[in-house]
C-alpha cells in the first residue's frame, strides 16, 4: 500500500534500469537529499557536526570505498587505515606546500596519490587471495604508518610528528580549521559523498563493476570469459583507495583538524571500516552507509543515553557500550549474514505485500 | 508518592532561587582502554578536590564547582567529542590529559575562547603566552623534564657527561617525540651521545626495544611513557637487569601503578615529580572527613596518596586558585571561561598559600604572566623503594637549563605563529 509499483510504467530500457525504479523510492531518496542539502545545513550546530554528521559522511565514504575492493571485487583488505593516513599525509604535504590550491583539488589529489599507491599495494593481490592477501594488506597498514613516523619531512619536521590543517577557504568562507562554520564543512564532505557515491553505484553496475563481479564470483572463470584479472584486480584496488584516500584528507583537514598517524590510522580504522563493510553489507551501496552509520552513531547514542540521560558513571556506560556494541554484532551477523543492506531488502519485499501477505 | 517527592524536589529546585551557575570544570578522564591505570587515580583526584571545596567551604567562595566527566579513553576523536559536547555549557578550563588531545583542541579552543589547562603535558611551547593566548601549561613542561632530567644525570657524573650515551625510550606520538630535540640540543651542549628508541601504542610489547639497549648498554635510559607501556618497560628493564637508578621517567612515567607490577625489580627506578608524592599532608585530614568517610571519593576511593592521585588534585588546586583570583580580578562570583582565563594569567602559587591550603611544600612556587604559560619549570627527582612500596623524593627542585629550552620554545611557538596566522600580543 505504503510502497508498490503499481501504476508505474516504464517505456524504456533507461527507465527500466534505473536505480530508484519504484517511485515512492525515488521520491523517498529525492527527499532525503533535500532535507539533507537544503534543511539540515541551516539547523546544525557544532556538536552535530564534529561528532555525528560529519564523521558519519566521512566513514560512509570509506566504507564505499571497501565496499568496491572486499564487496564488489572480493579482495579482503585490511591496509584501510594506512590508505587513510595516505591521504592525509598527501592532503597535509599539498595544503602546506602549495597553499594557493584549492581545497577540493587537494581533497581530489590526495585520493589520486591514494590510489597510486594503493595499486602498488594492490599488486599482491594478482597472486595471492583470501586470508594471504588479507595478512599483506596488513602489512601495507603497519608499513603505512611507520613510514609517516620515521621521515619527518612527511610532517614538515615538527617536533611532535603532529599534522595541522592550515586554514582553507572555498568562495571566501572558511571549510578547514578552527573558524570554519559547521554548515560549510557539512555541505563540503555532504557533496564529496553524494558525488562519490553517485559515480560508485554507477561504476558498479556498469562494465567495469561487473567485471569487478566477476572476479569476486569465481577469478578463474572470469579469467576464461575474456575479464582480465590483472587490469581488474588493480582498478578496483585504484578506485577503492581513492575513496579511502578522499575520504582520509576530509578526516583530517575538515573533521579532526590536526592528526597523529599511529593514533588517527591504526589498525582500529582498518578493522572498523571492515565491520562498517561486513554489518552493512558487501557489495551493496547502501550498505556502505548504514554500516558506517551503525558504528559511528551507536556509540555516540548509547553515550548520551548512559551518561547524559541516565547519569551513569562514565566508566561502567563505556565498558556497557563496548558490550553492547559487540553483542549486536554478534546478533545481526547470525539473524542477517548479508547485512542490514538485506534487512532493508526484505523490509521493502515486505512492505510491498502489506498489508496482504501470502 | 513519587509524584508528590518530585513535585517536592521541583519545588525545592525551583525555590532555591535564581542561585549562581555552578562552575563547571570538565574531567576529561579515561578509566577503560589501555591508559586507564593511570587516568584512573587522576580523575579521581581532580574530582575529589572539588568534592572537599564543595563539602567543607560550600565551593570557591561560595560558588559550587561541578565537575562533569567524559571518557575520552585516551582517544583523540572521543576527546573532540567531549569539547564538542561540553563547549556550550559555559566550561571554565579544560583539562584534556592527553597530549594529542590538547594539540587537536589549541586551536578549536583559542577560536571559541576557552582556556586550556595541560598540566606538564601538551604542546611544550605554548609555554609562550604571547602566541597561545588560551594555552597554559604550568607548573612545567616537557622541555623542562628532559632538561631536569639530564641535569640530575650530570650531578651524579660529577658534572660532566661527555663520551657518555643517554637513550630516549618513548610511547611513538606526538607526546613521547616531544623531549627529543630538546635531548639532542643538550646532548651538542654537554658531549652525550643520544639515541632515541620508539614503542608503538599501546606499548605492551617491547621486547625489541629492550633486546637493543641490553645491546647498546646505554649509560641512562629516559622514558616518556603512559599507561601500561610504563610498567612494561619498569619489567623489561628488570629482565635484562638493567641498573633501576640509571633508568629515569618523566612526571607520567612514576606512579605506583606503572613499579608495582615489576615487584623488586623496580626497586631504585627514578622518575621526575610535579609535586610530592604520599599522603602526608593536613589535606588528607579533611578528605577523610568530607570526602572519604561521607561516601562522596569518586571511583573506587582506593587511589588516595598515590603520585597520580595527588597530581590530579594539584591540578583541581590549581584551576580552584585561578577561579578564586578570576573572581578577584572581575569581583564577581559569575565566571566567564574569558575571565577564567585571567585568573589564570595572574596565578601566583607561593609557598604561604600552599602551606594554607593544606598542602605544605607539596609543589614549586611560581608565577604565569602573560608572556609565561609555563610556571616556574622545576621538578624534583624521587626514586621508588620496593621494599616499602613508596616513593621517596630524593632531591631538591632541579632547575631546567633556560639557555637551552627558552631559544627551542621561542623558535616552536614562532614556527606555530607563522603555521596559523597570529600575531603574537604585546605583553608589556
Known amino acids: ?358 | 508518592m513519587k509524584l508528590k517527592t518530585l513535585a517536592l524536589a521541583a519545588v525545592l529546585a525551583v525555590g532555591s532561587g535564581p542561585a549562581l551557575a555552578d562552575l563547571l570544570f570538565p574531567s576529561f578522564s579515561y578509566r577503560t582502554g589501555p591508559y586507564a591505570p593511570n587516568g584512573i587515580p587522576f580523575a579521581d583526584g581532580y574530582a575529589d578536590y572539588f568534592t572537599l571545596l564543595n563539602e567543607r567551604d560550600g565551593g570557591i567562595n561560595g560558588v559550587r564547582a561541578k565537575v562533569v566527566e567524559c571518557e575520552t579513553a585516551y582517544n583523540t576523536e572521543k576527546g573532540v567529542e567531549c569539547y564538542e559536547s561540553l563547549k556550550g555549557d559555559n566550561p571554565l578550563v579544560i583539562q584534556p590529559l592527553s597530549t594529542g588531545i590538547t594539540y587537536q583542541l589549541i586551536p578549536k579552543a583559542t577560536a571559541d575562547g576557552i582556556p586550556v589547562h595541560s598540566m606538564g603535558y601538551g604542546r611544550t611551547s605554548s609555554a609562550n603566552g604571547k602566541v597561545f593566548e588560551w594555552v597554559f601549561n604550568y607548573p612545567a613542561t616537557y622541555w623542562d623534564g628532559a632538561s631536569i632530567a639530564i641535569n640530575h644525570i650530570m650531578e651524579l657524573e660529577g658534572g660532566n657527561l661527555s663520551g657518555k650515551s643517554i637513550a630516549l625510550i618513548y610511547h611513538n606520538s606526538a607526546y613521547g617525540k616531544e623531549p627529543i630535540r630538546t635531548l639532542e640540543e643538550l646532548g651538542k651542549k654537554h658531549g652525550y651521545k643520544f639515541t632515541a628508541i620508539p614503542v608503538d601504542h599501546p606499548g605492551q610489547e617491547q621486547k625489541s626495544q629492550w633486546l637493543q639497549i641490553r645491546r647498546d648498554r646505554p649509560d641512562y635510559v629516559l622514558m616518556w611513557g603512559w599507561g601500561v607501556m610504563n610498567s612494561v618497560a619498569v619489567q623489561e628493564a628488570a629482565n635484562i637487569r638493567f641498573p633501576m637508578d640509571h633508568f629515569i621517567g618523566i612526571w607520567w612515567s612514576g606512579s605506583e601503578n606503572d613499579v608495582l607490577p615489576a615487584a623488586t625489580g623496580a626497586n631504585g627506578y627514578k622518575a621526575l615529580a610535579l609535586a610530592n608524592p604520599g599522603k602526608e599532608y593536613p589535606i588528607y585530614a579533611d578528605l577523610k572527613k568530607y570526602v572519604y568517610d561521607a561516601g562522596k571519593a569518586a571511583g573506587d576511593g582506593t587511589h588516595a596518596g598515590e603520585v597520580l592521585y595527588n597530581r590530579g588534585m594539584y591540578a583541581a588546586l590549581l584551576a580552584a586558585e585561578a577561579a578564586k583570583k578570576a573572581m578577584e580580578i572581575h569581583n564577581t562570583k559569575d565566571l566567564t571561561p574569558a575571565m577564567m582565563r585571567d585568573g589564570m594569567e595572574a596565578l601566583q602559587i607561593t609557598s604561604a598559600l600552599m602551606t594554607e591550603l593544606g598542602l605544605p611544600d607539596f609543589g614549586p612556587e611560581f608565577t604565569v604572566t602573560c608572556a609565561n604559560h609555563g610556571g616556574s619549570g622545576l621538578g624534583k627527582v624521587q626514586q621508588w623503594d620496593a621494599e616499602a612500596k613508596t616513593w621517596k623524593v630524593i632531591t631538591d627542585w632541579i632547575a631546567a637549563d633556560r639557555e637551552v629550552v627558552d631559544p627551542l620554545i621561542a623558535e616552536d611557538a614562532d614556527a606555530y605563529a607563522k603555521e596559523a596566522g597570529i600575531t603574537p600580543r604585546d605583553c608589556n
Open chain 1, 1 to 358: 500500500m505504503l510502497y508498490r509499483e503499481a501504476g508505474d510504467f516504464k517505456t524504456t530500457y533507461r527507465a527500466d534500469q534505473q536505480t530508484f525504479p519504484i517511485r515512492s523510492e525515488r521520491y523517498l531518496f529525492w527527499a532525503a537529499m533535500a532535507v539533507a542539502f537544503l534543511v539540515v545545513p541551516f539547523f546544525i550546530n557544532s556538536y552535530w557536526e564534529k561528532s555525528v554528521l560529519v564523521p558519519l559522511l566521512i566513514w560512509s565514504l570509506v566504507a564505499l570505498g571497501l565496499n568496491i575492493l572486499t564487496g564488489y571485487c572480493g579482495q579482503v583488505s585490511l591496509g584501510t587505515g594506512g590508505f587513510m593516513a595516505v591521504g592525509a599525509f598527501a592532503c597535509y604535504k599539498l595544503m602546506t606546500s602549495f597553499p594557493d590550491m584549492p581545497i577540493i583539488f587537494v581533497v581530489l589529489a590526495s585520493g589520486g596519490v591514494t590510489a597510486l599507491v594503493g595499486t602498488m599495494f594492490g599488486l599482491p593481490s594478482l597472486r595471492i587471495k583470501g586470508f594471504y592477501l588479507a595478512v599483506a594488506t596488513l602489512a601495507a597498514q603497519f608499513f603505512l604508518v611507520w613510514i609517516f613516523n620515521k621521515f619527518p619531512w612527511f610532517y614538515n619536521y615538527s617536533a611532535s610528528g603532529q599534522i595541522t590543517a592550515p586554514e582553507r577557504t572555498i568562495l571566501g568562507v572558511a571549510v578547514t580549521g578552527p573558524n570554519a562554520p559547521s554548515w560549510a564543512t557539512y555541505l563540503l564532505c555532504l557533496s564529496f559523498v553524494f558525488v562519490l557515491a553517485w559515480v560508485a553505484r554507477n561504476l558498479t553496475r556498469g562494465r567495469i563493476g561487473r567485471a569487478w563481479m566477476a572476479i569476486r564470483d569465481m577469478d578463474i572463470a572470469a579469467e576464461i570469459i575474456g575479464v582480465e584479472p590483472l587490469r581488474t584486480k588493480l582498478s578496483a584496488f585504484a578506485v577503492s583507495s581513492f575513496y579511502i584516500g578522499t575520504a582520509g584528507a576530509l578526516f583530517f583537514s575538515v573533521y579532526l583538524g590536526a592528526a597523529e598517524v599511529t593514533e588517527a590510522f591504526g589498525i582500529e580504522k582498518s578493522f572498523l571500516a571492515l565491520f562498517m563493510v561486513i554489518i552493512g553489507g558487501l557489495g551493496s551501496i547502501l550498505g556502505s552507509f548504514l554500516g558506517a552509520a551503525f558504528l559511528v552513531l551507536m556509540p555516540v547514542a548509547l553515550k548520551n543515553l548512559f551518561v547524559g540521560t541516565l547519569g551513569w558513571p562514565t566508566d561502567v556506560a563505556t565498558h556497557i557500550q563496548i558490550m553492547l556494541i559487540g553483542g549486536l554484532i554478534v546478533f545481526f551477523l547470525i539473524v542477517e549474514p548479508h547485512g542490514l543492506a538485506q534487512l532493508w531488502r526484505l523490509t521493502k519485499e515486505k512492505l510491498r505485500l502489506w498489508p496482504f501477505p501470502y
